[in-house]
């Protein structure tokens, strides 16, 4: 699912206009990519938490050429999934 089909389903869904709803999810992304990358956690109860994950430095390889390639410490965005989504994807099996 891209974000155009999940503009057009809250749409759907809500009866709220497309463009409104396509302005509420920008501005909703634009918020937790500021925030996240001011290393701040966004939460969202029953949904999950987007953090900052740090990366240790390490040594990785460049199997082409067969030489070591040093990797400095580095921060990633990540998503820790609720408790309940994580149950309610485990039981779609």
């Not at 709803?21 to 990519?33: C, D, G, H, L, R």
């Not at 998503?79 to 039981?91: C, I, Q, T, Y």
């Amino acid at each position: 699912m891209i974000k155009a089909e999940i503009i057009k389903e809250i749409a759907k869904k809500t009866g709220i206009e497309r463009a409104v709803v396509e302005a509420t999810i920008e501005a909703f992304m634009v918020a937790v990519k500021e925030h996240v990358s001011n290393n701040e956690t966004v939460s969202l109860r029953g949904f999950g938490n987007f953090i900052v994950k740090k990366r240790a430095a390490k040594i990785a390889r460049n199997i082409s050429k067969n030489t070591a390639i040093s990797l400095p410490a580095h921060y990633i965005p990540a998503f820790k999934p609720s408790k309940k989504f994580k149950d309610k994807v485990k039981k779609m099996v």
